[in-house]
């Protein structure tokens, strides 16, 4: 069946969390839980994430109107909405660009896990990091929380409207490092394993782009094409800080 997808696709991670340099706080104190006050959701940008965002949406800003965004959607948290947000103004006096926001984009839930360091969670919850081992991180669903498979199943909902709304568009978005990972995996077709692989090779920068084109070959990806993947020239470019760190809760990724 053929999908129509859109002309080009870029998948973005949101600039540096105050949830980041909180997580990289706790890890190094040894703390089993990480010092963050707001909901996940609420968690903003820190000072560098914002100088990320503005280096990425001046980068976008300087393609040739053609060949930019038409399309920005974001997951509903904070740190990505800020993220797009600020594409969005940095294109809108050309393009009136604006934030479309989609739930089925949010970060992946913890559950009981959600706060806690791998210390922490060896320490408070060593059944479920033993389930974990077992299962494999990949099938391993925290109670009131989420598997990698679940986020999986709302994101190919989530492009399926992308291919019925979007077909031929350049569109944007804003969201998660699982969200990215896991975005691969469906356009990609790629197995566990491979997805897996990907994800040891190395954390998802902070507004690192990975961007999808037009494939002449409708059976490779559903005809997109992988151009790039966790591209960070736009921030060094700009002489930005370019950070890796894990997200609050990766620890239970």
């Not at 069946?1 to 540096?16: F, Y």
């Not at 820190?46 to 965004?69: I, K, V």
């Not at 990698?148 to 709304?165: E, F, G, K, P, Y």
């Not at 591209?231 to 002489?239: E, K, R």
Request: glycine letters at 6%; hydrophobic letters at 40%; one cysteine or more.
């Amino acid at each position: 069946m053929k999908i129509n997808w859109p002309k080009q696709l870029w998948i973005v991670r949101h600039g540096e969390s105050a949830g980041n340099v909180a997580r990289d706080a706790a890890d190094l104190a040894g703390h089993a839980r990480i010092d963050i006050a707001e909901r996940d959701v609420d968690v903003p940008l820190s000072a560098l994430g914002q100088q990320q965002a503005d280096a990425l949406a001046a980068w976008f800003s300087a393609l040739p109107l053609s060949e930019q965004p038409n399309i920005l959607l974001a997951s509903p948290y904070q740190r990505a909405v800020r993220t797009a947000d600020t594409i969005a103004e940095k294109l809108s006096a050309k393009s009136q660009l604006s934030t479309r926001v989609d739930e089925r984009l949010r970060e992946k839930e913890f559950g009981i896990l959600d706060r806690l360091t791998r210390r922490g969670i060896e320490e408070l919850h060593p059944d479920q990091a033993e389930f974990r081992r077992i299962l494999g991180k990949f099938y391993h669903r925290p109670p009131a929380g989420e598997s990698w498979c679940d986020v999986i199943l709302r994101l190919r909902s989530m492009l399926d409207t992308v291919s019925l709304h979007y077909s031929g568009q350049r569109v944007l978005i804003v969201a998660h490092q699982v969200v990215v990972l896991c975005m691969r995996y469906i356009i990609e077709d790629l197995s566990e394993d491979q997805i897996l692989n990907i994800d040891r090779q190395g954390d998802v920068a902070n507004c690192g782009i990975t961007e999808y084109v037009e494939s002449s070959n409708k059976d490779v990806g559903g005809g997109l094409r992988l151009k790039r993947y966790n591209f960070v020239a736009p921030l060094i470019d700009a002489g930005t800080p370019v950070t890796k760190q894990k997200d609050a809760n990766l620890a239970a990724r």
